[in-house]
């Protein structure tokens, strides 16, 4: 577990701005393992589903839930 945090903290910590990676930490580690799958580490939605371990819907909804908090996120940091 400690492994995966440590990749998870080094994903995210590469060439972001700090508001950015703020609002990101802001995110449950679940949130933020899917958006790390995704669009950080562009996997299609099936292959990040198997890493997962979930359904690719399930894989979906989770990453659309995700993005959505991020965006909130983001826009509380910008106002």
């Not at 060439?15 to 933020?32: D, N, V």
């Not at 899917?34 to 099936?46: N, Q």
């Not at 959505?68 to 826009?75: D, F, G, K």
């Amino acid at each position: 577990m400690r492994d995966e945090l440590l990749l998870e903290e080094s994903v995210f910590s590469e060439g972001l701005s700090p508001e950015l990676e703020r609002a990101l930490r802001r995110l449950t580690p679940a949130e933020r393992e899917v958006v790390a799958l995704r669009v950080l580490l562009e996997l299609d939605g099936p292959s990040a589903a198997r890493v997962l371990g979930i359904s690719a819907t399930a894989c979906s909804t989770r990453l659309s839930r995700a993005l959505s908090r991020l965006e909130e996120e983001m826009s509380d940091v910008r106002n």
